[in-house]
DNA sequence: ACTATGCCCTGGGTGC
DNA sequence: TGCACCCAGGGCATAG
């Protein structure tokens, strides 16, 4: 589950390796033609022949990629997607279903077992992401936008910090570990979120996601980074996929539950409503 | 405007 | 060993 901090990792595995470099054909296998939102898979293909990468960028989960005609590929990883920069003759990946010929010689490979990942060609890279709010580690995410962002919510907590509308870039595992940081139940109506506790959990949400980009993410089953390598932070989490186990703060059993229609992990003893 | 639910997709795990 | 079933979840569409 690629999450903000393993697609920073990605990005910057990626942007030595990718700027300046054309793209000498794009291919996108038999089968994934979902992957092509913007334009059918074909005009994709031609659409990105030719064109050089001039930079190498990140908005929540979206990377993105401006191209040398001002136009941005922008591309999302959902659930199981990784972009893996390899050797030309490196043996496709068993879920590979995309592949990118660079100029110098190298490939992009973009493998996804669900197929739900996106790549879209746009103007302007907002087209391709309309429901996304400010980047969470960007000066925008502030304690008081989060705390303006709870204010008056019946949902769940995390809920709303799964919203990309209120914290670009998080997602299920930073979701559940920011609120054992901040010592919140994650069912905890946002509305009752009062000033104290937003500004505990914006900081826990920096917290996590810094801690975690500084191990490069997590891979809990099929994150890679830019390379083809696994994140090291899964060993380190206190709470996600943890239940059964002891919290580390408190000692109390770790448990799951369901909010937000998402697997949710959380100490029922320091974590509070 | 807000909230909840189902959909997409497929491998891995579980129970019989 | 085989098979049916359930689970994982980001973003979107839709319903209430």
């Not at 972009?83 to 660079?102: G, I, N, S, T, Y």
């Not at 870039?169 to 506790?197: F, K, L, Q």
Request: glycine share 10%; net charge positive.
């Amino acid at each position: 589950m690629p999450e903000l901090p393993e697609v920073e990792t990605i990005r910057r595995d990626l942007e030595p390796l990718l700027v300046g470099r054309r793209v000498v054909r794009a291919r996108i296998h038999a089968g994934a033609e979902r992957l092509a939102v913007s334009d059918a898979p074909r005009a994709l293909e031609r659409a990105l022949a030719g064109r050089r990468v001039e930079a190498v960028g990140r908005h929540g989960k979206y990377l993105t990629l401006r191209l040398d005609d001002g136009r941005t590929w922008v591309m999302h990883l959902r659930m199981t997607g990784s972009l893996v920069h390899a050797a030309a003759a490196a043996p496709p990946h068993r879920f590979e279903r995309a592949r990118v010929d660079l100029d110098d010689g190298t490939t992009l490979r973009f493998n996804d077992m669900r197929k739900f990942g996106t790549w879209h060609l746009v103007d302007d890279p907002a087209e391709a992401m309309p429901r996304t709010g400010p980047d969470a580690l960007s000066a925008v995410f502030t304690p008081g936008w989060l705390r303006e962002r709870l204010r008056g919510r019946a949902a769940a907590v995390k809920a709303v910090l799964l919203d990309q509308a209120v914290a670009a870039g998080v997602g299920n595992i930073y979701a559940d570990e920011a609120c054992w940081i901040a010592g919140i139940d994650p069912r905890t109506p946002g509305g009752r979120i009062g000033p104290v506790r937003a500004a505990r959990l914006h900081a826990a949400v920096r917290q996590t996601l810094e801690e975690a980009l500084r191990d490069r993410g997590s891979s809990f089953s099929d994150y890679r980074d830019g390379l083809g390598g696994e994140g090291m932070h899964h060993v380190r989490v206190h709470v996600f996929r943890r239940e059964g186990q002891p919290c580390g703060r408190c000692g109390a059993v770790i448990r799951k539950t369901r909010v937000a229609g998402r697997g949710t992990h959380y100490c029922p003893r320091c974590q509070r409503l």
